[in-house]
C-alpha cells in the first residue's frame, strides 16, 4: 500500500523471457498484486514472471488493449492501477513519481512522459517520435488537452479507469485512455521519465509491419471518437 491506497501493477508481456524477471524484480514493494498477461509467449516469459513473483494470466488473443483488458480482469481490488511494459524499457523504481499525485488526490491520471524525460538515445525510434508528436498534437486540437507522449508507464485510479469503459484491445489503447480521460474531464498529469533500449526487438516500432498497424490503429481511434465528440456536441 501507499498512502493508505492499495495499488496494483499490470505488465503486458509478449516474449519477454530475458527482460519480465527484471522488470518484476524492480517492482517497489510497497505494490500489492503484480499481475503478467503473457499475450501469447512462444518462449518462458509465463515461468520467468511467476519465478520473479507475479501472478501470471494468459490472454492468447494477440493484443496490447486485449492483454491490459485481461490484467484488468484477473487483478485483486485496488484503488490504483499502474501498467507498465515488459521489456524493461521502463524504470519500475519511479512509480512513486506516478502513484504520487493520485495518492494526494492532485490527480486521477498520471502518464510517464518519455518525451518530456530522459530517454536514452536510441530508445524512442523516429516513427515512434512523428507518431507521439501527430497522436498528442491531434488530441490537444480535439480535446483541448496538452499531452506530450503516449507512453506506456502510467498510473489511474481503479474507479476512474472502470468508468471510462475501455475497449481497444490492439495498438489504441494507450490513445484511447488519454482521449476518453479528457472526454470525462479527469484531472490528468503527465510527469517526466526515465526511458532506457528495451531488451529484446520491439513488437511494434520494430518493424515495418508493426509500426504501420499501430500507426492506423491509432490515427483511426482518433478520428472515431472526434466524430463521436461532433455528434454529441451538436446534441
Same mark, same amino acid.
Given at each position: 500500500?501507499? #498512502?493508505?491506497?492499495?495499488?496494483?501493477?499490470? %505488465?503486458?508481456?509478449? !516474449? *519477454?523471457? /530475458?527482460?519480465?524477471?527484471? @522488470?518484476?524484480?524492480?517492482?517497489?514493494?510497497?505494490?500489492? +498484486?503484480?499481475?503478467?498477461?503473457? !499475450?501469447?509467449?512462444?518462449?518462458?516469459?509465463?515461468?520467468? &514472471?511467476? *519465478?520473479?513473483?507475479?501472478? $501470471?494470466?494468459?490472454?492468447?488473443?494477440?493484443?496490447?488493449?486485449?492483454?491490459?483488458?485481461?490484467?484488468?480482469?484477473?487483478?485483486?481490488?485496488?484503488?490504483?492501477?499502474?501498467?507498465?511494459?515488459?521489456?524493461?524499457?521502463?524504470?519500475?523504481?519511479?512509480?512513486?513519481?506516478?502513484?504520487?499525485? %493520485? $495518492?494526494?488526490?492532485?490527480?486521477?491520471?498520471?502518464?510517464? +512522459?518519455?518525451? &518530456?524525460? !530522459?530517454? *536514452?538515445?536510441?530508445?524512442?525510434?523516429?516513427?515512434?517520435?512523428? #507518431? !507521439?508528436?501527430?497522436?498528442?498534437?491531434?488530441?490537444? /486540437?480535439?480535446? +483541448?488537452?496538452?499531452?506530450?507522449?503516449?507512453?506506456?508507464?502510467?498510473?489511474?485510479?481503479?474507479?476512474?479507469?472502470?468508468?471510462?469503459?475501455? /475497449?481497444?484491445?490492439?495498438?489504441?489503447?494507450? $490513445?484511447?485512455?488519454?482521449?476518453? &480521460?479528457?472526454?470525462?474531464?479527469? &484531472?490528468?498529469? *503527465? @510527469?517526466?521519465?526515465?526511458?532506457?533500449?528495451?531488451?529484446?526487438? +520491439?513488437? %511494434?516500432?520494430?518493424?515495418?509491419? #508493426?509500426?504501420?498497424?499501430?500507426?492506423?490503429? %491509432?490515427?483511426?481511434?482518433?478520428?472515431?471518437?472526434?466524430?463521436?465528440?461532433?455528434?454529441?456536441?451538436? #446534441?
Amino acid at each position: 500500500m501507499r #498512502g493508505g491506497l492499495r495499488i496494483g501493477c499490470i %505488465i503486458p508481456a509478449l !516474449n *519477454e523471457e /530475458a527482460a519480465i524477471g527484471q @522488470v518484476v524484480a524492480a517492482v517497489p514493494r510497497w505494490v500489492d +498484486s503484480i499481475v503478467v498477461v503473457d !499475450n501469447g509467449s512462444t518462449d518462458a516469459t509465463a515461468a520467468r &514472471a511467476g *519465478e520473479a513473483g507475479a501472478a $501470471v494470466v494468459r490472454q492468447r488473443e494477440r493484443g496490447y488493449g486485449a492483454a491490459c483488458l485481461a490484467g484488468m480482469a484477473a487483478l485483486p481490488a485496488t484503488d490504483v492501477v499502474v501498467f507498465l511494459d515488459g521489456d524493461y524499457s521502463d524504470f519500475p523504481e519511479e512509480m512513486h513519481t506516478l502513484v504520487d499525485p %493520485i $495518492v494526494a488526490r492532485r490527480a486521477d491520471l498520471v502518464i510517464g +512522459s518519455r518525451v &518530456a524525460g !530522459n530517454a *536514452e538515445p536510441g530508445a524512442l525510434t523516429p516513427q515512434q517520435q512523428f #507518431g !507521439n508528436w501527430l497522436a498528442t498534437r491531434l488530441v490537444q /486540437a480535439i480535446w +483541448s488537452v496538452a499531452y506530450t507522449d503516449l507512453g506506456p508507464f502510467r498510473a489511474i485510479r481503479r474507479a476512474s479507469l472502470d468508468a471510462l469503459g475501455m /475497449a481497444d484491445r490492439t495498438f489504441g489503447w494507450t $490513445v484511447e485512455m488519454q482521449i476518453k &480521460a479528457a472526454r470525462d474531464g479527469l &484531472a490528468a498529469l *503527465e @510527469v517526466p521519465v526515465r526511458y532506457r533500449r528495451r531488451i529484446g526487438v +520491439s513488437k %511494434i516500432s520494430g518493424t515495418l509491419k #508493426g509500426t504501420v498497424l499501430a500507426g492506423t490503429r %491509432i490515427l483511426s481511434l482518433i478520428a472515431r471518437e472526434a466524430v463521436r465528440k461532433t455528434q454529441k456536441d451538436r #446534441g
